[in-house]
């Protein structure tokens, strides 16, 4: 009886020994009433304790929130920022005239595609292309010019008394007086007054006084004062001249003692020209030429000086603005030269031309070689 009535109180559960109800409708998502709430479970070694959420969690979690926004708010600023800059970017180096007569647009870049030009009401100063030899003398520079001038839509003059001497005196006294301070945003008042001058609009006058010694031929102008679009036909002309006064006493800066500040003074007044440096190589037959045809002895060593300069010169404008050239490799007698300057033509944007021989200018002193040359039928500049 004593076992029966033991496994009965087992059965039924003693009064004692009865286990407590627990409530577990807390596990209930509040979302779905029907669903267990499962907490996530964490991966932690068996005899690691588990961790228990704490107030200094919630305030990390609190914190991370501020920090949120923090963040926020910077990447927003850095975009607009970077957004700011890129748009003084794109101004900077692509402004189209139509939003402003002040601008640094470019028309014609395939000819100096490296030129600074700082456009104005004033002055456009890469409006017109130019074409500048610089050459010492008896170099065949002459020569060179000459058969320059058989290109298409290429006029060019000869020497000019060095006058680009004067041009740069000029500007070098305008930037050296201190009253008339040339560059002032503000304008000037008083004994010196005048309006703010714009950057670079000096450079359409020098421009111009070159332009006037080298004219077209007087039924060229005539059939140009008819045009209804002179400044076009004007524009599609590239101008050019040659010197071989550049290397003179005069164009040595005081201080560096080169041709470099002078060099620097072309690229300002003449921004959309291509230079081409020539020079002697062979400076001996460069000196015996002077004696035979001028009776003038000179000091070998001082050529070589002013080759030196002129080599300096070509490196500091550049591969896009000069081409260096030795008149010992392009005028040989074979004609063998004549690809030196057919590949010099190229480089300056011409197609289908070629030059089969070369003229003798300068012959004996000052002769003059008449001969003229066919380029092709096709010859053409391929640039604007």
Known sequence: MVSEKVENDDLRGSPSKKKPIVDTSFLTSPFSPSTPFNPPTTSRAPDQPQRIRSFDDEEE?????????????????LFFLVQTQTFQ??????????????????????????????????CQPCRQRFLIVIATGRSGSTTLTNMLDMLPKVRMAGENNGHLLFARDAMQSLYDSYDLNLESLDGVVGAWKHNPIPLQSTACPIQAMFESINPPTQDELIRLAKSEDTQKAKEETIIGFKTVRFHGPDFIDEFTKDLIPSADFLMESFPCARFIINIRGDVEKQVESWKNSFGLDLDGDEIRQYNKWLINVAAHLGQDRARLLDMSEWSKRDNSGVEVLNDLIEWLGFEDCKYDSL???????????RQRMFLGEKCRYKGN
């Open 89 to 122: 970017l794109i101004e900077y180096y692509w402004h189209p005239g139509y939003f402003s007569p002040y601008n640094r647009d470019n028309p014609n870049h395939n000819w100096c595609p490296t030129a600074t030009c700082n456009n104005s009401p004033q």
């Open 359 to 369: 003229l003798h200018s300068n012959k004996n002193g000052y002769g003059i070689d």
């Open 61 to 77: 979690t609190s914190s991370f929130g501020e920090y949120q926004h923090l963040i926020f708010l910077s990447c927003m600023l």
